[in-house]
């Protein structure tokens, strides 16, 4: 069977696994967040901090709850790396430095999950299961819960309240998060991922020799750190070590957890505001972008002239044998277009347009399919765009679902836009102005230029994965990126809830015979277009000075 036909064969697999999960988990999660109920064990949760889940919340109080347990979370995990030496199970490791100390508890309590160490050689067995991993789970709950508030927004009228934090953030936790990743440790265990605690000790080579190495709960966390769109990895080959993703099974089961929850939540979408219509039209949206990142990614690294590729039959350079070549364009794929982060190949490898690819899934906003929640919140803002762009066109008050998109609303999603770019341009532009992270590239021109563009772009998006061949380790990266981390993921969410709370004030607006169908196809088109077009304009110039120049000078 040819690599290119194993590819074609493997993302076909995998779409069908999606489609068959799409329904039953959508309506699940619908009933989750709409259902009276609690669960004893969330009740018992309920009653340790304090919270009422009865209680309905207006967008500043769901937005403070928000912001208060994530800065909760932030310090937690940063004391925990500090007293790591201190810690039962560190392995021998001393605590961590506080730049990168604070680099990572930014990183995973905003779902991005960059790291600037290797984990075998910094985390011990505490610090990865009682801090990391938890925090895997949590940062997710805490993107879906807003991006359920949104949606109420859209489903509720003449009243500002969203719903309570404390009880979507459990429910996304307890009732979600947890059994999926259960079953998809376990999976993964079968599969050959290892789940231990053992120690230190050597390993033998090939060639002769030995070398130190530990283990850990890696199935655990790796299950956990796909389906919630995390990233990250408990090695610094990341799921490209075989004690992460031991085979191809184990590849392909990695990507369905990726893209499981973000294109579910657009069925949950659809049931909650009443129109599975409208989730569908969505989930069009979605698919189609990356289906078409997909396919491009597939051609430049199948098809990329040369000599040396000829050969080799594509370019295989950083790429695992275990996967090939389309298993790693679909898996680089699925995680830049999404918030994960995750990477099963060697990025700064990939040839010059395969890199760009990368960076502008990412640089759409990663709306398609998108992070846990983050995803589905970032797609209905540029869908807010595009309602308004229509209506500008054709003369009309713009309205989606029911709901005016008057001057305010527009505001929160303008904003919203436009706060990740300015983080990425701006950081970028200082980076290079500098002298000391210029010495951290180990590639000049445009390939050097890439490498701290894709960091920020990475960064503040929530993304996590890295270009390679930069040497973030520093506290100049370390603080800077942390900072873009924050920003990226915290500042969006209060313009989120904020224009869902200014959207459940409204009272429904009647449908016409001018209002436009948000639920077809042509409205799908004019979202993908909107999005292209936005991301298109706003970070063309940087594209261009980087992986656009190194593609059309190879």
Known sequence: MSPVLAGV??????MVALALAYRPLGDYMAGVYSSPKHLRVEKWIYRAIGANPATEMRWPAYLRGVLGFSLVSVLFLYLLQRIQGSLPGSLGFSS???????????????????????????????VQTGGLAVQNFLS??????????LVRGFARSRTGELGNFWADMV????????????????????????????????????MGGSQQWNGGAVASQEAIKE?????????????AHPFENPNGLSNLLEIFLILLIPLSLTRTFGRMVGSVKQGYAILATMVTIWIVFTALMMWTEFHHGGPAFDIAGGA???????????????????????????????LSSYTGFGGGIALLGMQLGEIAPGGVGSGLYGILIMAVIAVFLAGLMVGRTPEYMGKKIGTRQIKFAACYILITPALVLCFTGVAMAMNTPANSMTNS??????????AYTSGANNNGSAFAGLNADTQWFNTSIGIAMLLGRFLPMVFVLALAGSLAEQKPVPVTAGTLRTDKPLFSGLLVGTIMIVAGLT????????????????
């Open 140 to 149: 997710a709950a805490v993107g879906m819960a807003v991006a359920i508030a």
């Open 96 to 126: 961590i430095d506080p730049d990168q100390a604070f680099n990572t508890a930014a990183s995973f309590v905003s779902n991005t999950n960059w790291q600037s160490y290797y984990g075998e050689q910094a985390m011990g067995h505490v």
């Open 445 to 454: 021109g445009a390939h050097g230029f890439s490498e701290i563009l894709y």
């Open 316 to 346: 295989t350079e950083g790429k695992e044998t275990r996967f090939g070549i389309g298993a790693s364009s679909i898996f680089s794929v699925a995680t830049t277009l999404t918030s994960t982060g995750a990477v099963n190949s060697f």
């Open 227 to 239: 389906l919630g769109t995390n990233g990250g990895g408990y090695f610094n080959a990341n799921s």
């Open 171 to 206: 429910r996304g936790t307890i009732r979600i998060l947890l059994p999926i990743a259960l079953v998809g440790a376990v999976l993964l265990v079968a599969c050959g991922a290892i789940q231990n605690f053992a120690g230190i000790h050597p390993v033998g080579q090939f």
């Open 539 to 554: 970070y063309f110039p940087a594209l261009a000075l980087g992986p656009l120049a190194e593609g059309l000078a190879s």
């Open 9 to 14: 064969l493997q993302l076909l697999a995998l």
